[in-house]
């Protein structure tokens, strides 16, 4: 059973930075994608960054340059670096994990679809 669990949201102004970070039980197994997603009220779940377990990354154009994905394995954790926050980043920000050989060909899309394994959240909030 793969467990999930965020934190590290918060309220900061534009132009700040947050770190969140993901608990996660995926570490044992080989072959994973694991994801940042976020949905802000009223709009579609979407894809923020993901990171497949060769240490590949795929990132929204939106976050490009801004956000940046990252996990330590030793300590089982997933991490997302936010710097130079928008409002429009406000949302509720959720990991995401799938497990099994066809991961490579599905975690570029970022597609919150092609995840198994989720998170509740935390929730960022940008001020302007």
């Known amino acids: 059973q793969v467990q999930l669990v965020e934190s590290g949201g918060g309220s900061v102004q534009s132009g700040g930075s947050l770190r969140l970070s993901c608990a996660a039980s995926?570490?044992?197994?080989?072959?994973?994608?694991m994801g940042w997603f976020r949905q802000a009220p009223g709009k579609e779940r979407e894809g923020v960054a993901t990171?497949?377990?060769?240490?590949?990354?795929s990132y929204a154009d939106s976050v490009k340059g801004r956000f940046t994905i990252s996990q330590d394995n030793a300590k089982n954790t997933l991490y997302l670096q936010m710097n130079s926050l928008k409002p429009e980043d406000t949302a509720m920000y959720y990991c995401?994990?799938?497990?099994?050989?066809?991961?490579?060909?599905?975690?570029?899309?970022?597609?919150?679809?092609?995840?198994?394994?989720w998170g509740k959240g935390t929730p960022v909030t940008i001020s302007s």
């Open positions: 990171l497949l377990s060769d240490g590949s990354t």
């Open positions: 995401a994990a799938r497990l099994g050989v066809y991961v490579r060909y599905l975690c570029g899309g970022l597609n919150p679809g092609t995840m198994d394994y």
């Open positions: 995926v570490y044992t197994y080989s072959s994973y994608c």
